[in-house]
């Protein structure tokens, strides 16, 4: 069993970042404001599409409510600028996540199971939504692709904590 740690709320987002498919860099700790990164699985994932096309959908939605967006994955810069362009992908798409990375973030870690799927460890999905004093607001962990926020009532939840200024949770 490979030891993984497990992000704090409240503690700062890790200083970790990416390159983007758009060639910027995707560097969460350093961004300003709410941000959301989704991890997801990678291109092999017909989930994660899914899941993803539905963020764009609500992309929008999520910056009007003050929130930035972005995903990230393991998959190599090719693959990912290939998969965003085709599925029309208009938020920052990171590439190149390392499965180092994967346990800092507290990432489940998967193999492929077999050339077909994938062809490196690939992380399960994890949604992590930073705060403006760039603390870890909510973490989303899961070690299956099928369990995820739903992103409509993650939104309608991040209205509700800024309206309330409502605190961080589950520190203790």
């Known amino acids: 069993m490979s030891e993984s740690l497990k992000p704090v709320a409240g503690s700062p987002f890790p200083d970790l970042s990416w390159p983007q498919t758009d060639d910027g860099r995707l560097a969460p700790a350093e961004m300003t404001g709410w941000r959301m990164l989704v991890v997801y699985r990678g291109s092999h994932c017909p989930i994660c599409k899914q899941y993803l096309t539905a963020l764009e959908g609500l992309k929008t939605a999520f910056l009007d409510a003050g929130v930035q967006v972005a995903a990230l994955s393991s998959d190599p810069g090719e693959r990912a600028t290939r998969e965003a362009e085709a599925e029309g992908w208009t938020f920052p798409v990171g590439y190149g996540l ?34 403006p ?15 995820r926020p739903d992103l409509s009532a993650l939104l309608g939840g991040l209205k509700f904590v800024q309206a309330m200024d409502y605190p961080i949770r589950g520190m203790a």
């Open 133 to 147: 004093e760039g603390r870890l607001q909510i973490v989303d962990i899961s070690n299956a692709p099928f369990a």
């Open 98 to 131: 390392t499965p180092e990375e994967m346990r800092t973030l507290g990432l489940y870690v998967s193999s492929p199971r077999s050339a077909e799927e994938t062809d490196r460890p690939f992380p399960e999905p994890g949604v992590f939504v930073v705060n």
